[in-house]
């Protein structure tokens, strides 16, 4: 069954520093998104991406937090300088049309020290 | 705007009890999925089960049935017959049905602790 991947399971960093995260969506898949959910909490909303450009995005995705889709294969979060809230999990969702399911990736857990 | 409320934060049952968590929503949508995800402690999100808002069957598969009233906008899940390995934390979601991106709106969960 295809999978979403995500890369890397586990990342730790420095306040301040930049951090990527990475997802390689389903070939097929259309639309993209990105959830965070900070340890022990529910799981939010970040961004949704469709025909390399957002679409939408919540109060959380504020100017630190950009993605893009460089390759045309991986979908990229990226985070500029990063503050000790920023530490949770991360995850990606594609799906392949607007009424498909959605499948998730299994995560970056993101450890800003 | 969408809302999920899971009222139940923990539930503990022994083994081979049977345990149901509940889920309401609120949404102005006519149409809509709904949704349940399974996280076990290694953090992954399964998938369980997405519901359209026009199918109001219950559902059944193996110990896992879920009740959708449209009536009481709850989407309660039923796991009969509980067993250790059903111990994770559920989440119930919601989503429109519509053009683009439709992004999931989780509620905040219930940790079901199974004691063998």
């Known amino acids: 069954e295809p999978e979403v991947t995500q890369t890397p399971s586990h990342q730790v960093t420095q306040m301040g520093q930049e951090v990527i995260l990475r997802c390689v969506p389903i070939?097929?898949?259309?639309?993209f998104y990105w959830y965070r959910q900070i340890l022990g909490q529910k799981v939010e909303f970040l961004v949704s991406?469709?025909?390399?450009?957002?679409?939408?995005k919540s109060e959380i995705f504020d100017d630190q937090f950009s993605v893009e889709r460089p390759d045309g294969s991986n979908f990229t979060l990226k985070i500029r300088s990063t503050k000790l809230e920023d530490s949770a999990m991360y995850f990606c969702?594609?799906?392949?049309?607007?009424?498909?399911?959605?499948?998730f990736g299994s995560g970056t857990r993101l450890t800003v020290v | 705007a969408q809302k999920v409320t899971q009222a139940q934060t923990e539930i503990s049952v022994v083994e081979k009890e049977d345990v149901t968590l509940d889920c309401v929503y609120e949404?102005?949508?006519?149409?809509?999925?709904l949704f349940w995800y399974k996280q076990p402690p290694s953090g992954e999100l399964v998938f369980l089960i997405r519901?359209?808002?026009?199918?109001?069957q219950n559902e059944i598969s193996g110990r896992y049935s879920w009740n959708f009233q449209k009536s009481t906008s709850s989407f309660n899940f039923t796991i009969t017959a509980s067993q250790v390995v059903d111990s994770a934390v559920y989440f119930c979601?919601?989503?429109?049905?519509?053009?683009?991106?439709?992004?999931?709106?989780f509620g905040k969960g219930t940790r079901l602790s199974v004691i063998a």
């Open positions: 969702a594609t799906q392949r049309g607007q009424s498909s399911g959605y499948t």
């Open positions: 070939s097929n898949h259309l639309y």
């Open positions: 991406f469709y025909n390399n450009e957002i679409s939408e």
């Open positions: 949404t102005r949508d006519t149409t809509y999925y």
């Open positions: 519901r359209n808002s026009f199918d109001e």
């Open positions: 979601a919601l989503s429109g049905v519509g053009s683009g991106n439709t992004p999931l709106v």
